[in-house]
Antibody
């Protein structure tokens, strides 16, 4: 069964850092583009960042560019999101998501979602 | 980058049908979309991918009550024989130029 399991969410002060993990099972991360999507409390879904299969390319939303870094460890089949210079408006549930097909980013829909991990940025 | 527009809310009675719509920006009217369901307190769930032709492919385990259709820039999700568990937020997704784009979501209330 294809599954994604996020971890690493926490309460952090503004300006702090956090690393989120997403453990994949039932498939090989390297074969698919993988993404992070977030959802602020009471709000809709917002795409955050994507990494191509094989980790050749990464793409991020303007709101996180230069602060967040997406990466993978193919030996462990884990997706990461390193979050630096966190702001109050980064507070959200963060989901990892698998692209339905293909390793090139933004070429298909998300077909598998993790359960989410909560990041709270507050002093 | 495409813009995806959804009505903020919809309601329908138990056992009836409802059609939810997402509208693509005009220059992106031929784009494929995906529909996702998010029940209260849960993660999103992939329902289907829907082409401009109206052809759709559903995810594993999605009931036959869920179907898709298209008209111009509009992409429709129809839910028949509404059940209480269909009360949820429904999001439309598309993709272009190395990013994914979501509509604002429609909250469906089952009366």
């Amino acid at each position: 069964e294809v599954q994604l399991l996020e971890s690493g969410g926490d309460l952090v002060q503004p300006g702090g850092s956090l690393r989120l993990s997403c453990a994949a099972s039932g498939f090989t991360l390297n074969n698919y583009a993988m993404s992070w999507v977030r959802q602020a409390p009471g709000k809709g879904l917002q795409w955050v960042s994507t990494i191509s299969g094989g980790a050749y390319n990464t793409y991020s939303a303007d709101s996180v560019k230069g602060r967040f870094t997406i990466s993978t460890d193919k030996s462990k089949n884990i997706l990461y999101l390193q979050m630096n210079s966190l702001r109050v408006d980064d507070t959200a549930v963060y989901y990892c998501a698998k692209q339905l097909s293909g390793s090139s980013p933004a070429t298909d829909a998300f077909d598998v979602w993790g359960q989410g991990t909560m990041v709270t940025v507050s002093s | 980058q495409p813009v995806v527009t959804q009505s903020s809310s919809a309601s329908a009675s138990l056992g009836s049908s409802v059609k939810l719509t997402c509208t693509l920006s005009s220059v992106h009217s031929n784009y494929i979309v995906a529909w996702h369901q998010q029940q209260p307190g849960k993660a999103p769930r992939y329902l289907m991918k829907l082409e401009g032709s109206g052809r759709y492919n559903k995810g594993s385990g999605v009931p036959d009550r869920f179907s898709g259709s298209s008209s111009g820039a509009d992409r429709h999700l129809t839910i028949s024989n509404l059940q209480s568990e269909d009360e949820a937020d429904y999001y439309c997704e598309t993709w272009d130029s190395s990013s994914q784009v979501f509509g604002g979501g429609t909250t469906l209330t089952v009366l």
